[in-house]
């Protein structure tokens, strides 16, 4: 396959970056004067974010090979969300050509065509709605002019099918028209084709890169080979907070296999001929830890508790309440680990000033960055190459051992592999942070909501990362992904309060989907289903009427009208089964799901979850109703199975079965999903149905005991 | 130490010098066979499931040694895009996979059940189907289990016309 990468004669820029179009704000409004800080807000709770990489040339994305494949290359990666496939819709369609025509590939850095943010945050297929289809459409068209160039007719005299194009008794594929051609003619950017003249986008196509994923091909970061290559591993303390003092390597260094051990300032490594005699000779590494953290559970607990640390009001509606009336709850979630099943890993290979990293990572341009400034080379001279990830769920949106591999392959002259240990992925993971809420609410004679307050503190989230840049914080005065789903979505209660505490952990914690979303609606949906009892309403109509009526409040109760009529929920325990429901907004997509439980040999056992979203235009339905099945069961496992704890200053447990995770006995036998289409393009899809599971499986468990349960994982 | 094992039907011969070191990464690393899954090493999330002599196993906690003169399957040895298997054809069928990282281990495992429990009640899945998947695709992998036991089903009873 060769690659016909030509220079662009006259470049029309379709433009589309930085922060242009932040989102309207979805719901109530704030006390904030600072348009910069309101702003931002309203970015991170719309997550309303447009792509940010090049789309100005089509040739950074498209490449035409001799057998007439198109190859799309891919910034984003695919981590099972099934955007691969959502972009090769969207070029099939405006390149007119079948689908398997097209190969979606990562793109390597050394291709130019990088990410300037992540993958992440629900918005590869929102973001490269427009850019994508745009530079498909003037692709298409620069082909076309030169074919009709090549073929000595009118554009208009050519007939074109599925990438050939014919005219006067001849024919030419499009690889054919590609050849030789110097400079390309780009044209003004073509209107677009309309949404139902769409042949692929809007339907259920089944996902590109199933084949490869149902008969093993070797398509991971594990899986990532280079000739010659050894095997790393590194030492890692298993106490929060410990620091390293000196390692004893004498031992290690005779053991078998073993090529070379790598002290550093900051970390020591071994390099061996085999996985498992680099991870022996790491377990024979005595290493000396200053670790003075004695910590327990109990100490994280009583550390997260609203009214510890710095406040900010996010959400501020009318006036002040007095405590008279006011009926008060807390909730609670635990610290959440990705436990995504392909553990981190890479692959480096470090040959003069050149660097070559094969990896599963959500930010290619941050780790390249991160090797190329640990190594002093030029960003350019470092390639890396994306792979699929097995499972990204925010995991791998840090890469420091993509620094440490290749620091080990320039010390050996190798390329390196490394991953971590079940063990590692569990003690140094960026875990989702634990929170504590209080909610307050007062009724009025009516039995309407006069008032409704959510005080909650959390961990940090995107505070310190390096996609959030440092200056944003403190304008802020919140963490952007804590506060996902922190807002209360029920507009017209006249005086609102979210307000966010901040405290600061012993242990790293960081974005895991859905970020903030899923413990924040916890605790706002069982607060509201409690209000609805003690309003002595059905639950449905209660939150129907205390949403506005703009937009997104007609979005938010058109799912929940959804969810209820396909579930044809009731408020009854019927059978021994009874309905919970919730919803929540995120990123701008409203869901609306009810569970349908029984309590089994004691035991909470969800038979069935109905499901209502609206994320716009779903580019393929099957994979958004895929990802409203994951996300539940992902949720239903946090809500109800996961902990970590802390045990004399270790994060604990280190593997599965301990971690205790939904298996298939605890999924439930069915889930229906209904997609509503309230806006006119693609929203958000892959976080948002994981935020209202645990509040309807409990608002369920209250009408089986007459328990509110106010903890994740959810007991009885 | 040498050993000789059949791995998907091919004869192979490997020398290893700690003959506990996990079948898996014989497999992946020395036979460069990848389908196979490392995820926990510590036999409890079932990536790295494979036949021992037709029985689902743990290869990461199956010590190469115990291969001797057996016959090895993996993923790459059950079916290809020509030719699936029942369980691939029906994982294709109800379009399973998200990152598809846990799916290889999840398809053996299921090949393995069929081949014992030819119709199994969702009771029978619920026992015998332990592996864990983060992505949460068990709702649609339950659908295509049941669909593997029509499809393996209908195709016994063409075999039987045959006869
Ligand atoms: S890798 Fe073998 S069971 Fe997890
Ligand atoms: S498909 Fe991702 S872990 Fe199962």
């Known amino acids: 396959m060769s690659k016909e990468k030509k220079k662009i004669s006259r470049r029309k820029f379709l433009v589309r970056g930085g922060l242009g179009t932040v989102g309207v704000l979805a719901i109530g409004s704030y006390i904030f004067r600072n348009p910069i800080r309101r702003a931002i807000l309203a970015m991170a709770n719309t997550m309303d974010m447009a792509y940010m990489g090049d789309t100005s040339n089509p040739m950074l994305w498209f490449e035409l090979t001799k057998d007439n494949t198109i190859l799309l290359h891919s910034p984003k990666v695919e981590m099972g969300q099934g955007t691969f496939t959502s972009l090769a819709q969207m070029a099939a369609d405006e390149l007119e050509i079948s689908i398997d025509k097209i190969a979606v590939i990562h793109a390597a850095t050394s291709t130019g065509n990088i990410d300037g943010m992540s993958t992440g945050g629900s918005t590869s297929v929102a973001g490269l709605w427009q850019p994508l289809r745009e530079m498909a459409a003037t692709f298409r068209e620069m082909i076309k002019t030169e074919a009709a160039h090549k073929l000595g007719v009118a ?90 003092i000196s390692a004893d390597v004498s031992k290690a260094q005779s053991m078998p296999g073993v090529v070379k051990i790598i002290e550093e300032d900051d970390f020591v490594g071994v390099v061996a001929n085999s996985a498992t005699e680099a991870e022996n000779a790491k377990n024979a590494i005595l290493v000396e830890w200053d670790a003075p953290n004695h910590l327990q559970t109990a100490d994280i607990i009583s550390l997260m508790t609203v009214g510890n640390g710095k406040s900010t009001i996010i959400q501020k509606e009318g006036s002040e309440v007095t405590d008279d009336g006011l009926v008060t709850m807390e909730f609670r979630s635990p610290i959440g680990a990705h436990a995504q099943i392909e553990p981190n890993g890479v692959l480096a290979s470090v ?76 003690q140094h993971d960026m875990f989702r942070p634990p929170t504590h809420h209080v909610m307050k609410g007062k009724l009025d004679t009516d039995g309407m909501l006069e008032h409704l307050e959510h005080h909650f503190v959390s961990g940090d989230v995107g505070n310190d990362s390096a996609l959030v840049p440092g200056i944003l914080p403190p304008i802020i005065g919140a963490d952007i992904g804590a506060i996902r789903g922190g807002f209360i979505q029920y507009g017209k209660v006249p005086n609102l309060r979210s307000v966010y505490w901040h405290v600061e952990l012993p242990f ?64 009854t325990v019927i059978n021994g089964k009874a309905m919970g429901f919730a919803a929540s907004t995120d990123a701008n997509t409203p869901c609306a799901q009810v569970a349908e439980v029984s309590i089994e040999e004691g035991e909470i056992k969800v038979h069935k979850v109905t499901l209502a979203m609206d994320p716009g235009v779903a580019v393929n339905p099957d994979q958004v109703k895929a990802q409203c099945e994951g996300c539940v069961i992902m949720g239903m496992s946090a809500a109800m199975h996961e902990q970590m704890y802390v045990e004399d200053g270790e994060l604990m447990p280190i593997i599965y079965g301990p971690y205790n995770m939904a298996l298939m006995k605890h999924a439930p036998k069915e889930i229906d999903v209904v997609l509503l289409q309230g806006i006119d393009k693609p929203g958000a899809v892959g976080e948002p149905p994981l935020g209202p599971i645990a509040a309807a499986v409990a608002n369920a468990v209250f009408r089986l005991t007459g328990k509110r349960l106010n903890e994740m994982p959810l007991r009885l | 130490m040498k050993i000789s094992f059949f791995l998907n039907g091919i004869s192979e011969t490997i020398v290893v010098a700690d003959g506990n070191t996990p079948l898996l990464w014989i497999i992946r690393d020395v ?64 379009i399973v996979p998200q990152c598809g990282y846990c799916q290889p281990g999840f398809i053996m495992a299921t090949a393995a059940l069929l081949a014992k429990n030819p119709n199994p009640t969702d009771e029978d899945i619920d026992q015998n189907i332990s592996n864990v998947c983060r992505c949460g695709t068990y709702f649609r992998m339950r659908k295509a289990i049941h669909r593997a036991a029509e499809l393996t089903q209908s195709a016994n009873t063409k075999t039987e016309e045959n006869v």
């Open chain 1, 351 to 426: 040959v003069g000033d050149k660097a070559t990293i094969k990896i599963a990572t959500q930010v290619i341009g941050l780790t390249r960055k991160e090797v190329a400034e640990r190594l002093d080379l030029d960003e350019e001279n470092v390639n890396v190459i994306p792979t699929y990830l097995g499972g990204g769920f925010g995991r791998r949106l840090h890469t420091p051992h993509a620094i440490q591999a290749a620091v080990m392959s320039k010390a050996v002259g190798k390329p390196v592999k490394y991953f971590f240990s079940r063990k590692e992925e569990f």
């Open chain 1, 508 to 571: 790293a914690t960081s974005f895991w989907r859905s970020l903030g979303l899923l413990a924040n609606t916890f605790a706002i949906e069982s607060f509201m289903d409690e209000m609805a009892v003690r309003a002595k309403k059905n639950p449905i109509d209660f939150r129907l009427a205390h949403i506005q009526d703009d937009v997104a409040g007609e979005r938010l109760k058109n799912v929940i009208r959804a969810a209820a009529d396909n579930a044809g929920y009731v408020d």
């Open chain 2, 31 to 94: 036979l460069n066979v990848k389908g196979t899954k490392f995820g926990c090493g510590k036999a409890a999330c079932g990536a790295c499931t494979i036949h021992v002599e037709g029985e689902a196993v743990r290869s990461c906690s199956y010590p190469a040694k115990f291969a001797e003169g057996k016959q090895i399957n993996t993923i790459e040895g059950l079916g290809n895009e020509e030719n699936p298997h029942p369980v691939q054809q029906a994982w294709i069928e109800e």
């Open chain 1, 155 to 244: 554009v208009s005299a050519l007939v074109s099918e599925n990438g050939i194009f014919s005219a006067n008794g001849k024919r030419l594929s499009y690889a054919e028209v590609a050849d030789g051609v110097a400079t390309w003619e780009v044209p003004d950017v073509p209107a677009l084709k309309e949404i139902k003249d769409y042949k692929y986008i809007g339907k259920p196509v089944p996902r590109v890169d199933l084949a490869a994923k149902v008969f093993g091909h070797p398509i991971f970061g594990m899986d990532a080979e280079m000739s010659d290559m050894l095997y790393g591993s590194v030492v890692r303390p298993t106490k929060i907070g410990a620091r390293f």
